[in-house]
């Protein structure tokens, strides 16, 4: 139990250009899911928090215009990296909590190339 | 201070042995603490989690608690080459939902 999947698993996108990644709870609802960036060689870096129907939390210095969330159904959130550019490649995960006790379960993420 | 810190590594250990590795975290009123496994180039996975003080065995695996210390640790017992990656250390935030804070990691390396 506790599968998240994530769409795409990787992907190569020009300068500019925006790109949306999907994150899904295959086999329980999440009430909450989590969006987090890391870098080569260093730790998860959270974005964003998103409740099911209401507005993401972003964490302090993550632009909540260029990275667009939405949680709309209980097993549903995607990431939109907005005019993307070079500085934004990184490996993109999203984690889902809902089972119980505050446990949060990733998905394989995405690892984003912009050129 | 860091909110969760973990000495980095690597911790090199001889396969069949016991690795240990620590966690210190700076807020005392904390509850919930997981252990992590991340290895290169894939995203987390959930080893264990523990919410009181003592021991949580599972498997190969034991986490433990001591919360007047604020630290947990987890051991790995008879380690194998498989089990080389990161293990990052996470605690739940305060007032914050299901958010976590995470420390660097810890790269391990159990050698044949």
């Known amino acids: 139990g506790a599968v998240v999947s994530q769409h795409p698993s990787w992907v190569i996108c020009k300068s500019g250009t925006s790109v949306k990644i999907e994150c899904r709870s295959l086999?329980?609802?999440?009430?909450?899911m989590f969006w987090y960036r890391q870098f080569p060689k260093q730790s998860l870096m959270l974005m964003a928090t998103s409740n099911e129907g209401s507005k993401a939390t972003y964490e302090q210095g993550v632009e909540k215009d260029k990275f667009l969330i939405n949680h709309a159904s209980l097993t549903l959130s995607t990431l939109t990296v907005t005019s993307a550019h070079p500085e934004d490649s990184s490996f993109y995960i999203c984690?889902?909590?809902?089972?119980?006790?505050?446990?949060?379960?990733f998905g394989p993420g995405t690892r984003l190339t912009v050129t | 201070q860091k909110e969760v810190e973990q000495n980095s590594g690597p911790l090199s250990v001889p396969e069949g042995a016991i690795a240990s590795l620590n966690c210190t975290y700076s807020d005392r009123v904390s509850q919930s603490f997981f252990w992590y496994r991340q290895y290169s180039g894939k995203s987390p996975e959930l080893i264990m989690s523990i919410y009181s003080n003592g021991d949580k065995e599972d498997g190969r695996f034991t986490a433990q608690l001591n919360k007047a210390s604020q630290y947990v640790s987890l051991l790995i017992r008879d380690s194998q080459p498989s089990d080389s990656a990161t293990y990052l250390c996470?605690?739940?935030?305060?007032?914050?939902?299901?958010?976590?804070?995470f420390g660097k990691g810890t790269s391990l390396l159990v050698t044949p």
């Open positions: 984690s889902a909590s809902g089972t119980s006790a505050f446990e949060q379960y």
């Open positions: 086999d329980f609802q999440a009430t909450t």
């Open positions: 996470a605690v739940k935030r305060r007032n914050s939902g299901y958010a976590l804070n």
